[in-house]
């Protein structure tokens, strides 16, 4: 069973950039589909970016152009560039990872959670 790590989250201003890093231990998972989530105070998880094995990725609209997501598969670790943050960006931001089944963009389809990482942008 694989276990995830997220790091890298904290209080930046607008217009600033952070860059969140999930670790997996317990097995590899570079043949799996990874993603981040986010879910701020009283709204749905939602997600962020996803990438796949090969490394294709796929991005909400509210954050194309300004997150990248990225894998180093000899480090087991999956990261989250975030660029020219927005106070709306605030949440928690989780790595998921799904270890069946190829890219999805729904909360159910991913199977192995890590803890969360909160990120807060003030304007």
């Known amino acids: 069973q694989v276990q995830l790590v997220e790091s890298g989250g904290g209080l930046v201003q607008a217009g600033g950039s952070l860059r969140l890093s999930c670790a997996a231990s317990?097995?590899?998972?570079?043949?799996?589909?990874v993603a981040w989530f986010r879910q701020a105070p009283g709204k749905e998880r939602e997600i962020v970016a996803g990438i796949n094995w090969s490394g294709y990725s796929t991005y909400a609209n509210s954050v194309k152009g300004r997150f990248t997501i990225s894998r180093d598969n000899a480090k087991n670790t999956v990261y989250l560039q975030m660029n020219s943050l927005k106070p709306e960006d605030t949440g928690v931001y989780y790595c998921?990872?799904?270890?069946?089944?190829?890219?999805?963009?729904?909360?159910?389809?991913?199977?192995?959670w890590g803890q969360g990482t909160q990120v807060t942008v003030s304007s």
């Open positions: 998921a990872c799904r270890t069946r089944g190829g890219m999805a963009m729904d909360v159910i389809s991913y199977d192995v």
């Open positions: 317990g097995r590899t998972f570079s043949n799996y589909v």
